[in-house]
């Protein structure tokens, strides 16, 4: 059994040696994380200028006043059985399917609002990096999502008309 | 189990090049990668960015290892661990009807998926091989059983 422990060992030592190259070559981001960067999101505003989250008032006042475009990256089942007034569904935000023609032909300097379930959900997010790679350069996230906004009894639609 | 040397070594080459392609298209971007994690909701945010930086790593310097032929066991004990923990993952996220980017190759990723299993088994297999039967002074099947005989005796 000498064997199977100098093989244990190798692989110990391959992931200890991970940890110090890894260690090395991210160090600045490491520094930026111990003084608390990315505790909300992996979003680092220089790779995304474009790209800012946004409160619940903030997502009212732009739905309301027809500001921004709003785009709901939560799956077809959920998006038909309620959503943010006008909003347009995009619910892949997989890197290997392109984006619905409809929203790559919106203008890239308009605003856009993207949200999904809110909580945990992370796949507004997703989406907004995409939009950010296809040109968009005002991409509000809605951290509190679907959630939220029905919590606060704002408006809503689904597919057989407003709620 | 394969045990003819040429095979090993192309099961060599082939896995272990696909696991510092795999290290490699991630340790570029380990934010992207943090996010795929975090996408799985399984984690939070700092063992998805401690997972993010250190994980293509240990995919670059397994699979380099398994190339270069030095502790090819250990390497390969390493990619196995590695995929099974990814197949089960996938099962998982599945099983709770997540829609998810696999992460597996960086802005090459795909849906997690059946199709995601079907290659991580096929390479788990690679792997279990080499494990297993990389021959002479380093056969970890031999040692084992000769070990386990001794004991019956």
Redesign the interface.
């Known amino acids: 059994?000498?064997?199977?422990g100098?093989?244990?060992?190798?692989?110990l030592?391959?992931?200890a040696?991970?940890?110090v190259?890894?260690a090395a070559?991210?160090l600045p981001?490491?520094k930026s994380?111990a003084r608390g960067e990315?505790?909300?999101?992996?979003?680092?505003a220089a790779?995304y200028p474009g790209v800012r989250l946004i409160t619940l008032e903030e997502t009212e006042d732009l739905w309301a006043s027809g500001a921004a475009v709003v785009l709901d990256a939560r799956?077809a089942g959920l998006f038909g059985e309620g959503r943010v007034p006008g909003a347009r569904n995009v619910?892949?935000?997989?890197?290997?399917e392109a984006l619905p023609e409809e929203v790559l032909a919106l203008p890239k300097d308009g605003t856009l609002v993207v949200y999904c379930e809110g909580g945990?959900c992370?796949?507004s997010?997703?989406l907004a990096?995409r939009l950010h790679d296809e040109g968009f350069r005002d991409i509000r996230v809605f951290g509190g999502g679907w959630a939220d906004w029905t919590k606060a009894g704002l408006p809503s639609e689904k597919d057989d008309g407003p709620e | 189990m394969v045990r003819n040397k040429t095979v090993l070594l192309v099961f060599r080459l082939v896995l272990g090049g696909l696991f510092v392609y795999a290290g490699a298209v991630k340790v570029g971007d380990p934010l992207d990668f943090a996010q795929d994690i975090r996408n799985y909701r399984l984690v939070g945010q700092s063992l998805s960015f401690i997972a993010a930086i250190v994980l293509p790593w240990l995919e670059i310097l397994a699979g380099s290892f398994l190339i270069a032929g030095l502790w090819r066991q250990g390497a390969a004990l390493v990619i196995t661990g590695l995929l099974v923990f990814f197949i089960v993952l996938t099962l998982v996220t599945m099983a709770r009807g997540l829609d998810v980017d696999c992460g597996c190759f960086g802005s090459l990723s795909r849906k997690s998926g059946w199709s995601v299993i079907i290659e991580d088994l096929a390479m788990l297999y690679l792997g279990l091989c080499l494990l297993f039967a990389t021959g002479g002074r380093s056969d970890l099947a031999k040692r084992v059983l000769s070990a386990k005989s001794q004991r019956a005796e």
């Open positions: 059994m000498s064997d199977a100098r093989v244990l060992r190798q692989a030592a391959l992931g040696l991970s940890l190259l890894a070559v991210h981001l490491i994380f990315f505790r909300e999101s992996f979003f680092r790779d799956a619910p892949s935000a997989g890197r290997e945990d992370q796949s997010l997703a990096r």
